[in-house]
Each structure stands twice: as structure tokens, then as C-alpha cells.
């Protein structure tokens, strides 16, 4: 199966998908440079408007935006000065759910892994999906549960099935994942 798009945690329970997050102006003119969390970051090119801000996202006008050396430089309308640009580093851009891009036969977003029950193959219940670490690699799942705190690499040898209609991921343990 393919992964899509990251989110931080709760972020679904607001109703976002988030697609990129403000790392730095750009320029003198409010623009900002974004790190994008998506598979297709020309979408920031066909927005006429996102949310910004985690705590209470705020509706903005995107003026322009352009792809640049595996980043997006964004100009929204609200923001014409470094100044403004600065105060918006970090913040999380963000579309509402029914905007995000189709999913195709078995892909899904990465935040719908969260809170699924995670077992082994042969019936042993390891605990619950409760964070996804992006690395360059491969994605690492973070299961809570009985044995703690385990890493589960996202693979082909040790996912063995997503099963969204029973809350529930079937893994393969490889040797030395348990504590």
C-alpha cells in the first residue's frame, strides 16, 4: 500500500489535512518558504486559499506559489512584509478534509493509521498505533501496549495488512523488535 500525506496528531479530529509547514521567509515581500507534506506540492500552485495556524487555523488567500529546489515559496495576500512572514515560521498550512487529493485503490493518509490496534500474525495484540515517525528510509510506527514503547518499520516483511474496517494492523515481528 502507498502512504500519503503526514499530519501532526488531532489534526483530523479539527477536520485539516495538513499540507506543508512555514519554515522561513523568503525575501522582502512576504513570501514564505514551505516544507511540503504532501505527495504533490503543486497543489500550493492551484490553492486559492489554506488555513494557518494550529491552534485556531485561520482562512488566507494564496496569492501565488511555486515549487523551488523541493520546497514551495508562497505568497499569500494577507502577508506583504518579512515582518509578517517571520511571524508565521512554523505554522502549519492546512486544507480542509473534503479538499484533499482522491486516494487511489488501497493508498490512504498516514494520521488514519493512528489508533488502529496492532497484532501480530499469530494473534498476539502488541497495543495501539499511537504516532508515525518520517524518516528518509521508511516510516517507523510507534506502537504503546504492553512491552512499552516498540518501533515498527514500515516494510513489506513486517506490515502485513491494514484493516481500517476492524481498526486493526497485522504485522510479522522480525527478530530483535521486541524489547
Given at each position: 500500500?502507498?502512504?500519503?500525506q503526514s499530519v501532526p496528531a488531532n489534526f483530523?479530529?479539527?477536520?485539516?489535512?495538513?499540507?506543508?509547514?512555514?519554515?522561513?521567509?523568503?525575501?522582502?515581500?512576504?513570501?514564505?518558504?514551505?516544507?511540503?507534506?504532501?505527495?504533490?506540492?503543486?497543489?500550493?500552485?492551484?490553492?486559492?486559499?489554506?488555513?494557518?495556524?494550529?491552534?485556531?487555523?485561520?482562512?488566507?488567500?494564496?496569492?501565488?506559489?511555486?515549487?523551488?529546489?523541493?520546497?514551495?515559496?508562497?505568497?499569500?495576500?494577507?502577508?506583504?512584509?518579512?515582518?509578517?512572514?517571520?511571524?508565521?515560521?512554523?505554522?502549519?498550512?492546512?486544507?480542509?478534509?473534503?479538499?484533499?487529493?482522491?486516494?487511489?485503490?488501497?493508498?490512504?493518509?498516514?494520521?488514519?493509521?493512528?489508533?488502529?490496534?496492532?497484532?501480530?500474525?499469530?494473534g498476539e495484540t502488541l497495543g495501539t498505533l499511537?504516532?508515525?515517525?518520517?524518516?528518509?528510509?521508511?516510516?517507523?510506527?510507534?506502537?504503546?501496549?504492553?512491552?512499552?514503547?516498540?518501533?515498527?518499520?514500515?516494510?513489506?516483511?513486517?506490515?502485513?495488512?491494514?484493516?481500517?474496517?476492524?481498526?486493526?494492523?497485522?504485522?510479522?515481528?522480525?527478530?530483535?523488535?521486541?524489547?
Amino acid at each position: 500500500m502507498k502512504k500519503k500525506q503526514s499530519v501532526p496528531a488531532n489534526f483530523d479530529d479539527l477536520g485539516f489535512i495538513v499540507i506543508g509547514v512555514i519554515t522561513k521567509p523568503h525575501g522582502v515581500r512576504g513570501e514564505v518558504r514551505v516544507k511540503p507534506l504532501t505527495d504533490e506540492p503543486a497543489r500550493f500552485t492551484w490553492l486559492e486559499q489554506l488555513y494557518v495556524g494550529a491552534d485556531d487555523p485561520q482562512p488566507m488567500a494564496v496569492e501565488q506559489a511555486r515549487v523551488h529546489q523541493e520546497m514551495v515559496l508562497l505568497k499569500l495576500t494577507a502577508v506583504s512584509n518579512r515582518s509578517q512572514a517571520e511571524s508565521l515560521r512554523g505554522e502549519w498550512l492546512m486544507v480542509p478534509e473534503e479538499e484533499a487529493l482522491s486516494l487511489e485503490e488501497g493508498e490512504y493518509f498516514l494520521f488514519q493509521l493512528e489508533g488502529l490496534t496492532v497484532i501480530t500474525a499469530d494473534g498476539e495484540t502488541l497495543g495501539t498505533l499511537t504516532s508515525i515517525i518520517e524518516t528518509g528510509a521508511n516510516n517507523v510506527f510507534v506502537v504503546q501496549g504492553e512491552h512499552g514503547e516498540l518501533l515498527l518499520p514500515d516494510i513489506d516483511d513486517v506490515v502485513q495488512e491494514i484493516d481500517f474496517d476492524n481498526g486493526r494492523m497485522i504485522v510479522t515481528l522480525l527478530p530483535g523488535l521486541l524489547p
